[in-house]
């Protein structure tokens, strides 16, 4: 069903849009690296979006209150009643799609959707609430976590390049002191950003990879993405990629 209820829309937020941009997302490291998801680019971006709404005294999930005024602005979208619409349907979506989420602990799969209500206003203020089945990997967070700007995510087109961000970034465990690596097989690759199944590694490198260190390379100010490849006989038997910025 499309949604195109908005008689009016107004700016309801204080805050300047740029600073909402210098929020932090922070999610456990599970999230990202352990996850297994469907998401588009726009979606992963409403997530970090709302994430970044989360306190850090936070102990459940409360509803996020915004606008489309204010998802247009701090996701750099264009203010029109076919965005309105997108952002709705891209909502329901993230209502409707799944995520496994694997705990190598307890060596169990938690499958739930990301968003669990959404209500909509006709002067464009929205209320999102979070699964709760998230809660853990969101909340409360003490180690095994990653956090990173809204603003870094907001800027890239792909999801590919999205999804290897994050990864780099959960990989950085010196916080850029030394040459970060991400290093894999190339099924783990595979797995890690969503790979069509019909990949083989020579279309993940040229058509993922390549293309998604590009994108960070030219949007990112702190990451100076390379890869690397190790073969045994013929085949490509690991992957590395290479941060080689290092904070001075």
Known sequence: ??????????????????????????????????ARQDLTARELKLMDFVISKIKPSNTNFTKVNTSMYELT??????????????????????????????????????????????????????????SSKLAPYLLGLKDNYTQYLLHDTVQLNSKYA???????????????????????????F???????????????????????IEEINLKIDDMDLELFQARRGRQVVLVEIHNNFIQQ
Do not use: C
């Open 1 to 34: 069903m499309t949604l195109n209820i908005w008689k009016n829309d107004r700016n309801f937020e204080i805050e300047e849009h740029e600073e909402q941009r210098r929020y932090y997302v922070v999610e456990h490291n599970d999230l990202i690296s352990k």
């Open 73 to 130: 602005k701090v996701l750099d979208l264009k203010r029109n009643g076919k965005t309105y619409s997108d952002l709705a349907r891209n909502i329901g979506d993230l209502r409707k799609k799944e995520v496994l989420i694997y705990n190598k602990e307890k060596k169990s799969v938690t499958q739930t959707g990301w968003v669990s209500e959404a209500t909509y206003e006709e002067n464009g203020q929205i209320e999102i609430l979070l």
């Open 162 to 188: 999205i999804l290897l961000y994050k990864l780099m970034r959960e990989a950085d465990k010196d916080r850029g002191k030394k040459i970060t690596i991400l290093q894999g097989s190339p099924n783990d």
């Open 190 to 212: 595979m797995e890690w950003l969503g790979a069509p199944k019909t990949y083989d590694y020579g279309k993940l490198k040229d058509k993922i990879l390549k293309k998604a």
